[in-house]
T-cell receptor, first 112, second 114 residues
């Protein structure tokens, strides 16, 4: 079982909808949680970074971490066609020894 | 500020050959990490270099190796290529390589092994 599980999608929603992207993880040592966005033929870019449990908001994006259930979420409000990309969750224990542990990514399509 | 650059962008090799990929980090960044991305396994950590020293290593065979130069540029080498090595190889740079330092990814090198 991979340490971080993520539904690959594709997830297709109409423009303006609220999008919910989710990951689960198994290693309780993970303390740092990130969301990356990857456009086709590009490298991933960091969207959100959260330490431990709680919520973090940045514009239309909200990241949520529930360590008790080992569940990570990213919400996108007022979704735009330009949000169409693959979204990857990533975790780290903070020790640095294993680098970031990524989910496989969810392919999101926002229909105009 | 220029981003992370990787060369070449695309590469085709045959089984048994070896390949060297190059990564130039953002100016001032001293940490370079390498990742392999495949549809089946997703992004997997290969290794991280900081100030010319390999600091961390993922679970990959010894055919995968790397190095970092004094100007922080990094290369990774794969010897005796196998079909399963076909992947997008990404490098990421950060200032200090700690988990709180943002990693900036390059566009990747797409390696195809025939």
């Amino acid at each position: 079982q991979k340490e971080v599980e993520q539904d690959p999608g594709p997830l297709s929603v109409p423009e303006g909808a609220i999008v919910s992207l989710n990951c689960t993880y198994s290693n309780s040592a993970f303390q740092y949680f990130m969301w990356y966005r990857q456009y086709s033929r590009k490298g991933p870019e960091l969207l959100m970074y959260t330490y431990s449990s709680g919520n973090k908001e940045d514009g239309r994006f909200t990241a949520q971490v529930d360590k008790s259930s080992k569940y990570i979420s990213l919400f996108i409000r007022d979704s735009q066609p330009s949000d169409s990309a693959t979204y990857l969750c990533a975790t780290d224990s903070g020790g640095g020894a294993d680098g970031l542990t990524f989910g496989k990514g969810t392919h999101l399509i926002i229909q105009p | 500020k220029a981003g992370v650059t990787q060369t070449p962008r695309y590469l085709i090799k045959t089984r048994g050959q070896q390949v060297t990929l190059s990564c130039s980090p953002i100016s001032g960044h001293r940490s370079v990490s390498w990742y392999q991305q495949t549809p089946g396994q997703g992004l997997q950590f290969l290794f991280e270099y900081f100030s010319e020293t390999q600091r961390n290593k993922g679970n990959f065979p010894g055919r995968f190796s790397g190095r970092q130069f004094s100007n922080s540029r990094s290369e990774m080498n794969v010897s005796t290529l196998e079909l399963g090595d076909s992947a997008l190889y990404l490098c990421a740079s950060s200032f200090g390589g700690t988990v709180t330092d943002t990693q900036y990814f390059g566009p990747g090198t797409r390696l195809t092994v025939l």
